[in-house]
């Protein structure tokens, strides 16, 4: 089974940055999609990024989009999550996935990272 390791996080001010980085312990499937999600306090898990095996589609949330980036490194099977200028928020755990289609929907995500905690104070 495949094991997904999250580094990276923890406590950030108004308008600075954190970057999260997950690890595969192996490739899930040929052409897999990373996705990163965040939950907050009292909500539901929502999507944040993901990203295409080639990096050729890549979408954002709206209320991430121009701050966070995500990009991949398939040939360390890893991905990671830059984020800027961050907001109050953005405080959540944080979670990468991996999916082995399109990664459409978060049920299409099998292999979790262990999550890891980010905190944005003023």
């Known amino acids: 089974q495949v094991q997904v390791v999250q580094s990276g996080g923890g406590l950030a001010q108004v308008g600075g940055s954190l970057r999260l980085s997950c690890a595969a312990s192996a490739r899930p499937s040929p052409a897999f999609v990373w996705g990163w999600f965040r939950q907050a306090p009292g909500k539901e898990r929502e999507a944040v990024a993901s990203?295409?095996?080639?990096?050729?589609?890549?979408a954002y949330s709206d209320s991430v989009k121009g701050r966070f980036t995500i990009s991949r490194d398939n040939a360390a099977n890893t991905v990671y999550l830059q984020m800027n200028s961050l907001k109050s928020e953005d405080t959540a755990v944080y979670y990468c996935?991996?999916?082995?289609?399109?990664?459409?929907?978060?049920?299409?995500?099998?292999?979790w990272g262990q999550g890891t905690q980010v905190t944005v104070s003023s």
């Open positions: 990203i295409s095996w080639s990096g050729g589609n890549i």
């Open positions: 996935a991996t999916a082995p289609g399109m990664g459409y929907n978060i049920d299409e995500y099998d292999n």
